[in-house]
């Protein structure tokens, strides 16, 4: 096996930060990526050097514009849900702390809207599903295979 295709199977880090306000949660239709038409809170891959914490900030700033407080772990999943992708997921949760959000990489997202967690958009983004149940149970560690 070749190193270059070797490099190419290895799973990447996800962050994903649900971001929460007055109850809700910040949430957008993904597009253009696995997982399009599906509803997922901002995030997207750790570069290298970046602490987790750092990661949501700067996917929330990209993403939405918007600036959070308290981020804190969520769970941690190994996902192998989608078809050819492996992903280690590190969910966060933060509290917004001043903005509006804005869809600030129109590629990626078809709008940005705060929902209820009673009340969550439907189909979600398969790496969200485990990150509300972790909200609810408090179950920190998810192994999401393919079926």
Not at 6 to 14: I, S
Not at 111 to 120: A, N, R, V
Request: aromatic share 12%; glycine share 10%.
């Amino acid at each position: 096996m070749s190193k270059e295709f070797a490099e190419d199977k290895r799973p990447k880090v996800g962050i994903g930060v649900m971001i929460l306000k007055d109850g809700k949660v910040l949430m957008g239709k993904r597009q253009g990526a696995h997982g399009a038409g599906e509803y997922a809170y901002p995030g997207g891959h750790l570069e290298f050097g970046e602490s987790f914490e750092d990661c949501a900030r700067r996917e929330a700033r990209e993403e939405t514009g918007i600036e959070i407080d308290n981020v804190r772990f969520l769970r941690l999943a190994n996902v192998q849900k989608y078809s050819g992708k492996h992903y280690v997921d590190i969910a966060l949760a933060a509290d917004w702390k001043s903005g509006e959000p804005k869809v600030l990489e129109p590629n990626k997202v078809d709008g940005w809207k705060w929902y209820e967690l009673d009340k969550l958009p439907d189909p979600l983004f398969e790496f969200c599903y485990s990150a509300f149940d972790s909200l609810k149970t408090g179950q920190s560690y998810y192994d999401l295979q393919s079926d």
